[in-house]
């Protein structure tokens, strides 16, 4: 059977993966991503005609997020979610037709790199808008443009429509990161500056990676004092900087370092792992029983921990499972890829913003002369320690603020502070790319000057579809001369690449040395 993916960064070359995914994706499972695509088109399309139900908004959000890169690799949950889709749309009407899911990836290359574009910055937005809606925070804007972005995928539009499309979309997505924020810091309280051990105590633990906060805090809740410490691992560090999560005392440390890496990471480890999100990996056999999953992640085999009618999540097995394996006997003293034995967060835009007084003395003194966002996803690829050099080599004068997965390069570097400011200002996951936007308008308005027009280079790199809808909303908002790497998305067309540089400046990455040189002179 064949398949067609191109969705990441790391799918086969030259075009895409057509026989299995390089993420481990099966063409069965691939395929049921693109019919359950289809299928949510055709609710958008019935919601467009009789109206939406809050029920069908859930399952457009759901569904989409489900099809994120190293999110679901289980052919019968996602066939299983297909049914309850087609459910719903004849439950709102029965007329309205799916889209055929084999004309996704089909017509004129420019058309379809564009209509490619905007499906996967939407299945980035709705990893954002079902975290936030968890929360019981949920936006009429961002809901209602889920349903539009699902039918304009079906229809014809022009180049120049589809650009247009994308640019709007671009400034929903950044209306849905700021609900994100809303919904994390009204909860869980304004992350403040943590400095995290990569130390793994003796005992029982469970490593809890993926992106979901509130997963974290109902495990936190029900594994406080039977035994069992609780470790972050990959995008859920900066949930050590949150006041409500912070608070629990076995919340110990962060294990491991990106996602990337837990195929050899978390071999031999006497510990239960807990998926909230992606990214997983396909397992290896040493430490399949010990992995579970949750909400959309799915695996075949795999132990999953089900939501409750009321929201609420039992893992009372991922708690057993721990206190079974033991953990160490003694400490474990791990590090990061650099050597570093702990890592700092919690440089959101609230704590930055806080001492904005002191960054802008510091810029007018000279003291500080350039800032740097250096962030994004990790991931396998050769080329991806570009940004461990660029950190080394950025200029003493500098500050590099970073977020999301791809931190973990260099986030145990010790490159100094300046006047008391790290050089390095970890600013959370990588929905928190809000918070970079509200530290550099900011910034901007401190100085009279437009965002352009800063001392401030962003350096991104990229995996999965996340990443997409931030770039959407970084030129949406007119940011120009983005470096972006390790490579360029295989669903850019030349044409429409060739937009994007003429129109936006947008970089690729070629060495640290060349790039930070074409940067600062």
């Keep these: 059977m064949s398949m067609f993916c191109y969705q990441c960064?790391?799918?086969?070359?030259?075009?895409?993966?057509?026989?299995?995914?390089?993420?481990g994706k099966t063409a069965p499972v691939a395929n049921k991503q693109d019919e359950l695509t289809a299928a949510l088109i055709g609710l958008a399309r019935a919601c467009d005609v009789k109206g939406s139900t809050v029920e069908a908004i859930k399952y457009l959000k759901k569904g989409l997020f489900m099809c994120v890169t190293n999110v679901n690799f289980d052919e019968g949950r996602v066939q299983d979610f297909i049914d309850e889709v087609n459910t719903c749309h004849a439950s709102i009407d029965a007329a309205s037709r799916n889209f055929d899911w084999e004309a996704l990836w089909a017509g004129e290359e420019d058309i379809v790199s564009l209509r490619s574009t905007l499906l996967l910055g939407m299945r980035g937005m709705a990893a954002y808008a079902w975290h936030a809606s968890v929360l019981g925070y949920d936006d009429a804007d961002v809901d209602v443009?889920?349903?539009?972005?699902?039918?304009?995928?079906?229809?014809?539009?022009?180049?120049?429509?589809?650009?247009?499309?994308?640019?709007?979309?671009?400034?929903?997505?950044?209306?849905?990161?700021?609900?994100?924020?809303?919904?994390?810091?009204?909860?869980?309280?304004?992350?403040?500056?943590?400095?995290?051990?990569?130390?793994?105590?003796?005992?029982?633990?469970?490593?809890?990676?993926?992106h979901d906060l509130h997963d974290l805090k109902m495990l936190l809740e029900l594994s406080e004092g039977k035994g069992v410490n609780i470790y972050t691992h990959g995008e859920m560090l900066p949930c050590h900087a949150y006041p409500e999560l912070k608070k629990?005392?076995?919340?110990?440390?962060?294990?491991?370092?990106?996602?990337?890496?837990?195929?050899?990471?978390?071999?031999?480890?006497?510990?239960?792992?807990?998926?909230?999100?992606?990214?997983?990996?396909?397992?290896?056999?040493?430490?399949?029983?010990?992995?579970?999953t949750t909400d959309v992640v799915g695996f075949p085999g795999i132990a999953h921990v089900e939501t409750n009618a009321d929201g609420t999540k039992d893992f009372t097995a991922v708690i057993n499972r721990a206190l079974e394996l033991g953990g160490y006997a003694e400490a474990?003293?791990?590090?990061?890829?650099?050597?570093?034995?702990?890592?700092?967060?919690?440089?959101?835009?609230?704590?930055?913003?806080?001492?904005?007084?002191?960054?802008?003395?510091?810029?007018?003194?000279?003291?500080?002369?350039?800032?740097f966002l250096v962030g994004g996803c990790d991931g396998a690829k050769v080329g991806r320690?570009?940004?461990?050099?660029?950190?080394?080599?950025?200029?003493?004068?500098?500050?590099?603020?970073?977020?999301?997965?791809?931190?973990?390069?260099?986030?145990?570097?010790?490159?100094?502070?300046?006047?008391?400011?790290?050089?390095?200002?970890?600013?959370?996951?990588?929905?928190?790319?809000?918070?970079?936007?509200q530290v550099a308008v900011a910034l901007a308005g401190a100085f009279e000057c437009d965002v352009n027009d800063l001392p401030l280079t962003l350096v991104l790199s990229w995996y999965e579809q996340k990443a997409v809808c931030i770039l959407?909303?970084?030129?949406?908002?007119?940011?120009?001369?983005?470096?972006?790497?390790?490579?360029?998305?295989?669903?850019?067309?030349?044409?429409?690449?060739?937009?994007?540089?003429?129109?936006?400046?947008?970089?690729?990455?070629?060495?640290?040395?060349?790039?930070?040189?074409?940067?600062?002179?």
């Design 385 to 437: 320690n570009y940004y461990t050099e660029f950190v080394k080599q950025t200029p003493s004068d500098s500050v590099v603020l970073t977020l999301a997965c791809g931190k973990f390069r260099f986030n145990d570097l010790n490159i100094g502070e300046i006047g008391g400011i790290p050089r390095i200002l970890d600013m959370g996951q990588c929905n928190d790319a809000y918070s970079a936007i």
């Design 472 to 521: 959407l909303t970084l030129l949406a908002l007119g940011i120009r001369n983005i470096y972006i790497g390790p490579s360029l998305p295989k669903f850019f067309s030349n044409n429409v690449l060739s937009i994007l540089v003429e129109k936006f400046q947008l970089h690729p990455i070629t060495t640290p040395g060349a790039d930070l040189k074409a940067i600062l002179g």
């Design 248 to 292: 629990y005392a076995h919340l110990k440390g962060n294990f491991g370092t990106a996602w990337q890496n837990q195929q050899n990471e978390f071999v031999d480890v006497p510990g239960s792992f807990l998926f909230t999100t992606n990214c997983i990996m396909p397992p290896k056999d040493n430490y399949r029983a010990n992995i579970f």
């Design 332 to 371: 474990q003293d791990f590090t990061g890829i650099n050597g570093g034995h702990e890592v700092t967060t919690g440089f959101g835009h609230g704590t930055v913003l806080g001492i904005a007084d002191t960054i802008i003395d510091a810029v007018k003194a000279g003291a500080i002369k350039h800032f």
């Design 9 to 23: 960064e790391q799918s086969a070359a030259p075009k895409g993966c057509t026989v299995q995914g390089v993420c």
């Design 145 to 210: 443009w889920f349903v539009k972005g699902l039918v304009e995928m079906a229809e014809a539009h022009s180049s120049e429509e589809w650009l247009n499309l994308l640019m709007e979309f671009g400034h929903i997505n950044l209306k849905c990161m700021a609900l994100l924020d809303a919904a994390n810091t009204d909860t869980y309280g304004t992350p403040v500056p943590t400095t995290v051990s990569l130390t793994v105590e003796a005992g029982p633990f469970i490593v809890v990676t993926g």
